[in-house]
């Protein structure tokens, strides 16, 4: 079986478009429908079923993707095995986003002769683990809340950023002129965070900081993209959501958008590096000690955390 095809649906698969395949692989759109259509024919079987807004898959593509997933786990490994730190370090920063992608971008400026595959998963934190249990990837970054002694024996994760929160609301909302809000302050407000699933790491964390705080999130509602819910808490009065202090959004300057640090005390999302003991690329352990010592020179402030992250993974 070709595994560049394979790939290439891999790609469409979690992509969901052929033109966004095609920017992730560096590889013509046409390209992209080749792979997938000689991959049809291979199987004879449709993989997808195409759509005005891009590609879905059909039941048998549904049966096909964690078996493509898992051949390319295996060739993956088949090559680290005899080239083991010749090759890219591969990091899942789950969204090109957040925090983690923004400091692995500055690492990379430290370091520009380190070779790095970002990539980004997609998924929880234990198909993260998963992943990188089976040296798809060599590390990825998550809120962990299994306690250290409960992680699969070869998986190391060490608490590596503390993200502060921040409300980020339109210019007629009633704190829009706020220089910074408390979390007692957010109480009465629609915190709004369309999609999350229940389950979900993140979902955890927002459940306990709304307990704590009685703050309302609300999590209805379906998700169109970032673009969307930023014109949507732009055109509103009442609208706002939480962003992390470090990750990057971009939003056209007629929206007038507000990030409002929140204080007093300061919820922090933590977020651990997930790493396998005995990877031995030599680019990893620089990674390990960046974002240490970046850890390190972050201001002590009054920070709120949920009770698993005051008790569960180490710092590193």
Known sequence: ????????????????????????????????????????????????????????????????????????????????????????????????????????????????????????????????????????????????TTPPQHLPGAIKAARVIDDPHQLLVGPNHALANARAVTPAHLAGHRIWMPGMAPGTEWADYYDELAAAFGLTIDVVGPIFGNEALLAEIADSPELATFVGEGSRYLWPDSYDLRRIPVRGPTPIYPMSMIWRADNPHPALRKLRDYLDSRRAEAPDAEVWTPTWARRSVPHS
């Open 1 to 144: 079986m070709d595994l560049d095809a394979v790939r290439t649906f891999v790609a469409a698969a979690d992509a969901g478009q052929f033109q966004e395949t095609a920017a992730a692989l560096s590889i013509t759109q046409q390209a992209v429908s080749k792979r997938v259509a000689a991959l049809e024919n291979d199987l004879n079987v449709r993989l997808f079923t195409r759509t005005a807004r891009g590609v879905q898959l059909t039941i048998d593509g549904q049966a096909f993707l964690p078996h493509a997933r898992e051949l390319l786990r295996v060739a993956e490994r088949a090559d680290a095995s005899v080239r083991p730190g010749r090759r890219a370090l591969r990091v899942d920063v789950v969204n090109r986003r957040i925090a983690p992608a923004v400091r692995l971008q500055d690492f990379y400026r430290l370091h520009p002769e380190i070779e790095l595959d970002v990539v980004t998963l997609n998924a929880d934190v234990d198909a993260a683990i998963a992943a990188v249990e089976a040296g798809t990837i060599d590390a990825s970054f998550h809120a962990v």
